[in-house]
């Protein structure tokens, strides 16, 4: 049994990661802050929020002794954060300056690894910071992307094995079960996987004497949209995935479905199982982090194993969903504003949907009185529930499918006044100057010097984001 537990809404813009250590919760946003909560009653720490990036945070991670959290952001740095009082312990700038989407420490936390949306990964010495360092002799780690491929590596930056298109349209999570399992000829471990392609993946990574395999478990399937984030329970037993219209499942070994919960308002970003209690937390863009009490099940009740494994993803920014939800709602068939009724809970209008042939664009000309008169519709707060269901997937659809050369290259959003560098790349103007300001003059794509400060309207691009906009 899952049941909702505590709903936090403290934060100013969408929620993008969650993570516990054995006493607390860390979340981070696209405010740029971080916040940190006690997992025993969720009170807020007196040092939280954490304020010291430039731009939105895109991931936290505790260290395994809980004494420091990690945190990166599109400001191309990763900080460590020390607990007792919340302040930087370190900062480490990315190579290339590009913003960093995901960090993630060892196990024994001897070193912290960081990704950037321009691929490339640095591994950070950790181990002289105190905590308890476990020996880091065949440690790997596990890289995806937005290509959809996988890669294990060690920490001498050796590729030990490379899973191409593990899925299509693109890697967005991957997650190692705590477990560890070993006999006289190899160690393996299970990895979870989750993408564009609305799946999620189950894998078997093997070590042995002649090299490193990676065989496909499970594919889960149902969910009807992309998954952004997954997580195993502290004993592996629970598999949680969070679905891009805002469901969450949860998987048994088995790879049958517990669970699916639709509390929040928007679009599931982030979910983490307690190391040490039956707590879930899921994160979202309705800037809410919504904490679960998992029942009947491991849930994270147990201790996390130590094991020589941690998972990064490299993600590029820019979300876009596949299959129906990938089109302009204004060209939805018929048969796909059925399946939207049936994803938000009103199967129960099918059929009068259907007797009106009302597809995408029809669907988004509803109001009240067609409801009523044209659809039959008696219940008023049906009617009300309908519209609001339209206005939400209205708003949201702002946020999907922006085509990447209409976004910011520092902000990840959709340009308003874009200019032109000297480096050839167009930025929102008050975003590159806010770069050059804080970054020594240097170019955040290339880490070239700008030879000129000028900066360019770009009203071919500013033209093309308002056609853009008029066809969504």
């Known amino acids: 049994m899952v049941s909702l537990l505590r709903s936090i809404q403290d934060h100013a813009d969408d929620v993008n990661w969650c993570g516990f250590s054995s006493t607390l919760l860390a979340t981070c946003s696209l405010d740029k802050s971080i916040r940190i909560y006690s997992s025993t009653d969720f009170t807020e720490a007196s040092f939280s929020p954490l304020a010291g990036h430039g731009y939105g945070v895109h991931c936290c991670c505790f260290s395994s002794c809980g004494r420091y959290l990690a945190s990166c ?137 002649t090299g490193c395999r990676m065989e496909l478990l499970h594919t889960l399937t149902g969910q009807s949209a992309p998954v952004l984030s997954c997580s195993f329970s502290a004993d592996g037993g629970l598999l949680a995935g969070v679905k891009w219209l805002c469901d969450l499942a949860t998987f048994q070994n088995s790879a049958s479905l517990l669970y699916s919960l639709h509390q929040h308002q928007r679009y599931v970003t982030a979910c983490a199982f307690s190391p040490t209690m039956p707590l879930l937390a899921t994160g979202s863009m309705d800037r809410s982090v919504i904490i679960w009490r998992v029942e009947d099940g491991s849930g994270g009740q147990g201790v996390l194993t130590s094991c020589p494994l941690l998972s990064v993803c490299s993600i590029l920014p820019g979300r876009c969903a596949v299959g129906r939800s990938s089109l302009p709602v204004s060209r939805w068939s018929e048969e796909d504003v059925l399946a939207w009724l049936r994803e938000e809970g009103l199967a129960a209008l099918e059929s009068s949907f259907r007797a009106n042939n009302i597809d995408g664009a029809e669907l988004l000309c509803l109001d009240k009185e067609m409801l009523t008169s044209d659809l039959r519709i008696e219940s008023a707060g049906l009617r009300s529930k309908v519209l609001r269901k339209i206005e939400e997937m209205k708003t949201a659809s702002d946020d999907s499918c922006v085509p990447d050369e209409l976004l910011c290259p520092i902000t990840r959003e959709v340009l308003r006044d874009p200019v032109i560098a000297a480096d050839g790349y167009s930025y929102e103007r008050e975003a590159i100057e806010s770069w050059v300001r804080n970054h020594n003059r240097s170019s955040p794509m290339t880490n070239l010097p700008l030879l000129t400060m000028a900066l360019t309207p770009n009203r071919t691009l500013k033209m093309a984001i308002s056609r853009w906009k008029a066809a969504q």
């Open 73 to 209: 952001s599109t400001d191309a740095t990763t900080v460590v954060w020390g607990m007792s009082s919340g302040e930087k312990v370190a900062v480490f700038e990315q190579p290339g300056r590009s913003p960093v989407r995901v960090c993630m420490f060892s196990p024994g936390s001897a070193c912290l690894v960081s990704g950037a949306s321009d691929g490339s990964i640095a591994l950070w010495d950790f181990q002289s910071r105190g905590c308890q360092v476990s020996p880091i002799c065949g440690l790997m780690f596990v890289t995806d992307t937005t290509y959809g491929d996988m890669q294990v590596w060690d920490l001498d930056a050796n590729q030990l094995h490379a899973a191409r298109e593990a899925h299509d349209l693109g890697v967005t999570c991957c997650h190692f079960a705590p477990q560890i399992h070993s006999d006289d000829h190899s160690v393996w471990f299970r990895l979870a996987s989750c993408g564009q392609d609305s799946l999620l993946k189950i894998w078997t990574v093997s070590q042995h004497a």
